[in-house]
């Protein structure tokens, strides 16, 4: 078993849903500090390093996928960020080589579970799934297969039922609890990224992507006002390419309710190590930039409210 970096102080945060395969170990931690201060919850849900001792033995290069397919150290930026602004905070423990909070229960590459397409239930891979990056991964780029065996429908039913729902809900009500005290929410849904080309992205390469599902998962002032930051503070961003957002947006954006989300794609080269195993010397600035950015999208998402609403929030 490896275990996460503290993201928080232990006393703040509490937990839920539960790690198959490690005794008394969550699925996530989270924060909600009552009365929220700012409007904003901040979640990071690729950021979990905790796996159980048979999940990496499954591994056909556990190094080598695991850093490829961990926001590494996302969940700490997220923390720290958190810390600074009075922000909510959500963040994995689980790993997404067990399960991946960014896709849909249905999202299953059912060729990499035993028995999966055989009779009575002949499920069907969706289009996602296929591509190797579904709710369970299954391969990627250069590396190519992930595991070793095939996974178990007990497996995977089971990571579904103490690791995807349980963190869903608790999404669920942390927003439901600041919109229902500012009259508005927003969701920042961090995560990071390989650096984007240059030949495609130009030079130098955006060191972010703010996705927005293309204008669906929130009002158009709240991107305006990211990238207003990031400009005033001489940062490149990329807006919906390549990553628009995914699963976590669609499922909980509802911005005719007031509810906002964007996802943050944040490059690894800006915050990790050469070896991308640690924070680099300019990690600090980075949650210095997000800090004002969370700031910035607070009084933004403040200011959708029905003025009634806001008025009772600021007493």
Not at 146 to 158: D, F, G, I, S, T
Not at 169 to 182: E, F, I, P
Not at 277 to 287: F, H, K, M, Q, T
Request: net charge neutral.
């Amino acid at each position: 078993m490896t275990s996460s970096e503290d993201t928080a102080s232990d006393s703040q945060m509490e937990s839920g849903g539960k790690l198959p395969g490690l005794a008394n170990m969550p699925a996530f931690r989270f924060n909600a500090p009552r009365p929220s201060p700012i409007p904003v919850l901040i979640a990071a849900p690729h950021g979990g390093r905790n796996y159980p001792s048979d999940v990496l033995k499954s591994m056909r290069d556990s190094d080598s996928s695991r850093l490829k397919l961990e926001d590494r150290l996302i969940d700490v930026i997220a923390s720290r960020v958190s810390a600074e602004t009075g922000a909510a905070l959500l963040v994995a423990d689980a790993p997404r080589a067990m399960i991946d909070l960014n896709r849909a229960e249905s999202d299953v590459d059912w060729t990499m579970v035993e028995g999966g397409l055989g009779f009575p239930r002949r499920e069907v891979s969706t289009r996602r799934a296929r591509t190797g990056l579904g709710l369970i991964p299954r391969r990627l780029p250069a590396t190519g297969e992930v595991w070793l065996r095939p996974l178990q429908r007990a497996e995977l039913e089971e990571r579904i039922e103490h690791i995807h729902r349980p963190y869903h809900d608790r999404l669920t009500a942390m927003l439901g609890d600041l919109h229902r005290r500012w009259g508005a929410a927003l969701l920042l849904d961090l995560h990071s990224m390989p650096p984007l080309s240059v030949e495609r992205y130009g030079n130098p390469a955006p060191n972010f992507v703010i996705g927005d599902r293309f204008g669906a998962s929130s009002a158009r002032s709240l991107s305006a006002a990211a990238f207003t930051h990031l400009e005033e503070r001489r940062e490149r961003a990329s807006h919906n390419r390549p990553y628009a957002g995914g699963y976590v947006l669609d499922r909980h954006a509802a911005p005719q309710k007031n509810i906002h989300a964007l996802q943050l794609e944040v490059c690894r080269s800006a915050y990790l190590g050469d070896s991308r195993e640690e924070l680099n010397d300019s990690a600090g600035s980075i949650v210095d930039l997000l800090s004002g950015l969370v700031r910035k999208l607070a009084n933004e998402t403040a200011a959708l409210a029905p003025p009634s609403d806001f008025r009772q929030a600021a007493e």
